[in-house]
């Protein structure tokens, strides 16, 4: 129905006789009609819209009876349609009179049509921007399903198809770095060398271009190698958790190792002459850059002027960069030494090639009599690593204050312990954990131990041996003056704050990995949270054999003489 309809549906003959009056206003027409002239009434806004919505919808009914459905062209050409009429509506008579409801009527109807056009023009708009966001979500899966493809095919070696289903350690090469975020941590960023090209051997203070490595984890039965963050999954409202990582992490050199830095056990004649002999085997067979602390240095060069290869630091400035130098660590001598050879690098830290020559060797499972084949295996590859998480330590002096006094963090691999030292009183401590209130401490003490140290200190305090690659932190008690006080396994995650109370009758001393020691006055603060720098330690078979073996063997755990059997019972 069109609008010239809609006015002539308003009585026809009343309006077109009250039009033709008020265009011929003669005399004679004048003294007819004595009265006004009776106009009629113009319809209300409401029902203008009311009628011109009850058109659009006739002529969608009309369209989707021939089409079977009614598209965005035909709804939008319909509204214009619509307004188009209402516009040739108000131009085909002028309004000469003034009177007031022919002048809404009018009006009203410019608002229909204008409302008609930004309804049509936001529809139009609305579809087009649907549209847009459709094509660029298809974009982009479709990108991000041939990355998946990509990054998959890129982890099968075909020399490794055994590995495959277990946890790899990758390298990649040096001009592949924009892999390392999405898969691993790489070494590039961290262990890369700045100075490019080969290196003079007979400068003493030579700096080698590192290997380079990745870290991957995959699910037993995985062949993609990528890392696996998601422990827990939801689909359909049931909440599962995925399959853990299987148990040994293997590394692949990708780029040969070219730098050792060998650590040794002071005062030791046996582990003197086996250092030597490993630096000559090294230097002679895999042509490897060697590096030594000062002492070792000096002890060589006294020995034979052959070891002038050889290269060491001269001030702590040069140790803040070895793990720039240095690709692999070499550890002769007990866990002492291990800890030694941690505590050397504030930072990132290389493999560590442990050979035992100590008394217990929890850390050191390598037999030092079978080097020259264990050292072949590591320079080759793969082999498998155990990543021991360290403790970062702070000591805050007088925490109640505004201005407070933080000391330089201290890395620990086994624990910090926490003692009353000399002093005759127990002692007190306040213990917080992410900021709430755990505890307080009364008894000789406390040991904040990583899973590393369980097997150490904490375990002697009571404390539960757990396996190295169990994220944690053990908060166990040194003699406390209560019996329901039993040690507790936190977190990873957590941080802890132990702090010395003003109403203390005594101090506290801390010692870091059974050195450092500290003392704590009342007011002073401990904060201890993991460390993002591990200390990955190459494994003999696997990380859970060496740990079993190490139990069994260093402790002796568990070892009772077998029940004697006297046949079978009736």
């Known amino acids: 129905m069109s609008l010239d309809e809609l006015a002539d549906k308003q009585d026809p003959s009343s309006s077109a006789d ?42 969608m009914a009309s369209h989707q009876s021939e089409n079977g459905s009614i598209s965005t062209a035909s709804s939008t050409a319909s509204s214009l349609e619509s307004e188009k009429a209402a516009y040739e509506f108000l131009a085909q008579t002028p309004i000469k009179s003034t009177d007031a409801h022919l002048v809404e009527f009018s009006e009203a109807m410019r608002t229909v049509a204008k409302a008609l056009r930004r309804v049509a023009e936001g529809k139009a708009a609305a579809q087009t921007e649907a549209a847009e966001w459709k094509r660029k979500y298809e974009l982009e899966m479709a990108h991000k399903q041939q990355s998946e493809i990509k990054g998959n095919s890129s982890y099968i070696s075909s020399d490794l198809d055994e590995l495959a289903s277990k946890l790899t350690l990758e390298t990649p090469a040096p001009d592949r770095l924009g892999c390392c975020g999405k898969h691993g941590i790489c070494s590039h960023e961290v262990l890369q060398d700045e100075v490019p090209g080969p290196i003079p051997r007979s400068n003493h203070k030579m700096v080698g271009r590192k290997a380079s490595f990745k870290l991957s984890w995959g699910c037993n039965g995985d062949k993609n190698g990528q890392h696996k963050h998601d422990f827990v999954s939801f689909e359909k409202g049931d ?63 006294t020995e034979d002027s052959y070891y002038n290869f050889i290269q060491t630091w001269d001030n702590d400035e040069e140790i803040k960069l070895l793990h720039t130098k240095v690709d692999l660590i070499v550890s002769l001598g007990g866990d002492g030494t291990v ?7 504030k930072g990132p830290v290389p493999p560590v090639v442990a050979f035992s020559l100590g008394s217990l060797g929890f850390m050191t499972p390598f037999p030092s009599e079978q080097y020259r084949g264990c050292l072949d295996n590591v320079l080759k590859g793969p082999f498998g690593i155990t990543l021991r998480n360290r403790l970062q330590c702070h000591v805050i002096r007088d925490a109640a204050k505004d201005e407070l006094v933080t000391e330089e963090p201290i890395l620990v691999l086994n ?43 904490s375990l002697a305090a009571g404390g539960s041996m757990v396996h190295p690659q169990v994220p944690g932190i053990l908060f166990t008690p040194i003699c406390p003056h209560s019996l329901s006080f039993r040690p507790l ?3 990873e995650y957590v941080t802890l704050r132990v702090q010395v109370p003003y109403n203390s009758r005594g101090q506290a001393w801390a010692s870091f990995d059974g050195k450092d020691r500290k003392q704590l006055s009342p007011g002073d603060a401990l904060i201890c949270s993991i460390s993002p720098w591990p200390v990955p330690t190459a494994c003999l078979m696997d990380s859970t054999t060496d740990f079993l073996r190490s139990i069994h063997e260093g402790l002796h755990w568990n070892l009772r003489k077998s029940q004697s059997f006297d046949g079978p019972r009736d």
């Open 239 to 301: 909440i599962t958790t995925a399959e853990r990582s299987s148990k040994q992490i293997l590394l692949k050199w990708e780029s040969p190792p070219q730098t050792v830095l060998f650590i040794t056990k002071p005062n030791s004649n046996s582990v003197r002459v086996l250092c030597a002999e490993m630096v000559r085997w090294l230097r002679e067979h895999k042509n490897i850059n060697v590096f030594v602390e000062p002492r070792v240095s000096k002890e060589l060069l």
């Open 489 to 491: 396994i936190l977190p």
């Open 339 to 345: 800890l030694w050879a941690a505590s050397l690098f």
């Open 18 to 59: 009250a039009g033709q009056q008020l265009a011929r206003p003669d005399s004679k027409f004048r003294s007819l009609t004595p009265g006004p002239i009776p106009i009629p009434a113009a319809p209300s806004i409401k029902s203008l819209v009311e009628t011109v919505s009850n058109e659009r919808i006739d002529v």
């Open 415 to 457: 624990e910090v312990t926490i003692d009353r030292g000399i002093s005759s009183y127990l002692t007190y401590l306040e213990c917080y954990c992410d900021s709430s209130f755990v505890t307080c401490v009364q008894g000789d003490g406390l040991i904040i131990s990583t899973t590393s140290g369980s097997t150490a200190y």
